[in-house]
């Protein structure tokens, strides 16, 4: 059984809530070491870090590994087992891995925890997958096949590597900046790219300062944040 249903073709129930025994799952997974949640629920844990330096945008192809399993442990696909990698675009599969999948490099293999309302949903995936199910899939992106790209934001606001000329005057400039004012420009900046991509005001470059200027600030913030947590 191959997974990467096509979005549009999944019924609207699929966001219905996980199930009582994935939630707990989800729970028990929030408090584990390296594990990352996002807000969306997507939960992952990075596995290898590849060298790759762009992402795919939603419609890439990308040519994937992947298992998945329940949270029983029982595997109920794997193009591992298969020996058959296979090139699908993150639109084109189910939306935990579309959000995952444009945060991934080539080489990168991570381990996804997944809700249902981003996976399956309530009428899951007969046989195999019942109503409501939370899954757990290992992949990795084996190779990057299209042209349609973003690039890798590299830039370390502790240690300077892989930061550009401009982003280290940026990280300068935000020093004396207090966590409210970082805060308040990461969700300008975000809400003007989201609103940019309904109507078109901005040039890519532009966009692309943006997009770098965010993670620099997301940076600042949680290592502000961390910095001030009262020590137990």
């Not at 330096?53 to 419609?59: M, R, S």
């Not at 309302?117 to 195999?128: I, N, Q």
């Not at 966590?179 to 003007?192: D, P, S, V, Y």
Request: aromatic fraction near 8%; glycine fraction near 8%.
């Amino acid at each position: 059984m191959r997974l990467f249903v096509l979005l549009f073709l999944l019924p609207s129930c699929l966001w219905a809530k996980t199930n009582d025994a994935g939630i707990e799952f989800l729970a028990g997974k929030r408090n584990e070491p390296d594990v990352v949640e996002r807000k969306s629920g997507l939960m992952y844990k990075v596995l290898r870090k590849g060298d790759g330096k762009v992402h795919p945008k939603p419609t890439t192809p990308c040519l994937c590994h992947y298992s998945g399993t329940l949270i029983d442990g029982t595997t109920f696909d794997s193009s591992y087992d298969r020996g058959d990698p296979i090139t699908f675009a993150p639109n084109q599969v189910i939306a935990g891995w579309t959000e995952a999948m444009q945060m991934m490099v080539e080489g990168d293999k991570w381990e996804l925890y997944i809700p249902s309302e981003l996976a399956y949903g309530d009428r899951g995936s007969p046989p195999k997958i019942g109503p409501g199910e939370a899954l757990i899939f290992q992949m990795e992106i084996l190779e990057i096949q299209g042209k349609d790209v973003v690039d890798k934001l590299t830039c370390d606001v502790e240690t300077l590597e892989g930061c550009s000329d401009r982003e280290k005057d940026f990280i300068e400039r935000i020093e004396t900046w207090n966590i409210q004012r970082k805060k308040f420009e990461i969700g300008r900046l975000t809400e003007t790219m989201e609103k940019n991509k309904i109507k078109k005001r901005f040039s890519n470059d532009l966009l692309e300062w943006m997009r770098r200027r965010v993670h620099i600030l997301k940076q600042r913030v949680t290592y502000q944040e961390e910095e001030d947590e009262p020590e137990l």
